[in-house]
């Protein structure tokens, strides 16, 4: 159980890592926002017209796109679970040899 937890915690915060580092802001003027890594999830285009003088802004969030997001970051963190407790685990071993020679 502590796993799981430990698992999906991670695998939160690697998401808001991943998804911060690879948001691409052009919003400035004619341009969209794009959330989401390895699929985008959350998108906001802005736009104006300079012959209507009207601005107008569209927004999409694909709930899909979402869960696999978290998916793939839940399961990096549970890889790097797995090869932290290798290593962890590996150490021990070769301290505990060294303590018998």
Same mark, same amino acid.
């Given at each position: 159980m502590k %796993? =799981? @937890?430990k698992i999906l915690l =991670? =695998?939160?915060?690697l998401f808001g890592i991943i998804t911060l580092a690879t948001t691409s802001l052009d919003y400035d003027a004619d341009g969209a926002d794009r959330y989401g890594f390895p699929l985008n999830f959350y998108t906001k285009v802005t736009g104006? %017209?300079? @012959?209507? $003088?009207?601005g107008g802004t569209s927004i999409e969030f694909d709930t899909l796109n979402?869960?696999?997001?978290?998916?793939v970051a839940s399961?990096?963190?549970? &890889? $790097? &679970?797995l090869a932290y407790?290798?290593?962890?685990?590996?150490?021990? &071993?070769?301290?505990e040899n060294?303590?018998?020679s």
């Open positions: %796993n =799981g @937890i =991670g =695998g939160v915060l104006y %017209n300079e @012959i209507t $003088m009207e979402f869960i696999c997001d978290l998916a399961l990096l963190s549970w &890889l $790097m &679970l407790k290798k290593l962890r685990r590996r150490k021990t &071993l070769k301290s060294q303590v018998r």
